[in-house]
């Protein structure tokens, strides 16, 4: 554990010999503001690893996500706000209050029991807030913060009280949709797209999916799928702009076989 210890202290004088006059000159300049496009980064970089089934690869994201949230402790420190000790030492305390069937004598039985603990929990601690929509991440995906907006919204009785319901809103909103492109109107296709896409989160949550992550699959299988193509071609030496579409279509027909 001391070895541990000792890891983790010298990753810190790392960060504080980067950060120092003697330190690299690029570290130096970094703000708040430039690390978080290279946060964003780190994260989905860890997801794609757990994606992958990679450990190796995993461990090394990790690593990498560790030291971006050192670095921005480190930047809060010298601006006299916190350290990464505070840091720590907040989120203990909160885990350990937001887990009272654990810590504490409260006794409960089921994750969605535990949910709902947690939910209330979190709407004490932020009693100031004047919604219940408020702290959800501005800068998450669209789909996946449509997610949690109707995730939210659904807690408080704002729901569809069945999936059939939704699929007539589903074929109204599609209704709207062909409306506006038989009209040409672009700003109306953009919103009704939206809508469209919110519906579609709305289908996602209520049948237990993550829509982020359904999407991903998606992508995934099409992404698969097209490389087939690509390398049946690449086998019988022609390219794309050589090939119809009803020869892609049959190499799609046969990836999926074969998946």
């Not at 409960?108 to 919604?131: G, P």
Request: proline share 3%.
């Amino acid at each position: 554990m001391e070895k541990k210890k000792q890891n983790f202290d010298t990753l810190i004088s790392i960060v504080e010999r980067l950060r120092s006059p003697q330190g690299c000159p690029w570290d130096r300049e970094q703000t708040m503001d430039t690390l978080k496009t290279f946060l964003i980064e780190e994260v989905y970089e860890v997801i794609e690893a757990i994606d992958e089934g990679d450990p190796a690869g995993l461990r090394e994201e990790l690593g990498d996500l560790l030291f971006h949230i050192l670095f921005i402790s480190h930047l809060a420190k010298e601006e006299g706000k916190f350290d990464i000790w505070e840091v720590i030492e907040s989120v203990s305390r909160k885990m350990v209050e937001r887990h009272p069937h654990v810590f504490g004598e409260k006794r409960i039985s089921t994750s969605r029991q535990v949910e709902e603990a947690w939910f209330d929990l979190k709407k004490r601690e932020k009693n100031q807030r004047r919604s219940v929509l408020e702290g959800i991440p501005r800068h998450l995906p669209a789909l996946l913060r449509a997610y949690r907006i109707t995730e939210r919204a659904s807690r408080v009785g704002f729901d569809w009280a069945e999936v059939d319901q939704i699929f007539e809103k589903l074929d109204e909103e599609i209704g709207e949709l062909k409306k506006a492109i038989s009209l040409g109107q672009e700003e109306m296709i953009h919103e009704e797209l939206g809508d469209l896409l919110f519906v579609l989160v709305n289908i996602a949550r209520l049948t237990g999916n993550n829509p982020e992550e359904a999407l991903q699959g998606a992508n995934r299988k099409f992404v698969a799928r097209f490389h087939y193509i690509e390398k049946a071609l690449e086998r019988s030496h022609r390219s794309l702009k050589e090939t119809t579409i009803q020869e892609m279509d049959r190499l799609w027909e046969e990836a999926k076989e074969k998946e």
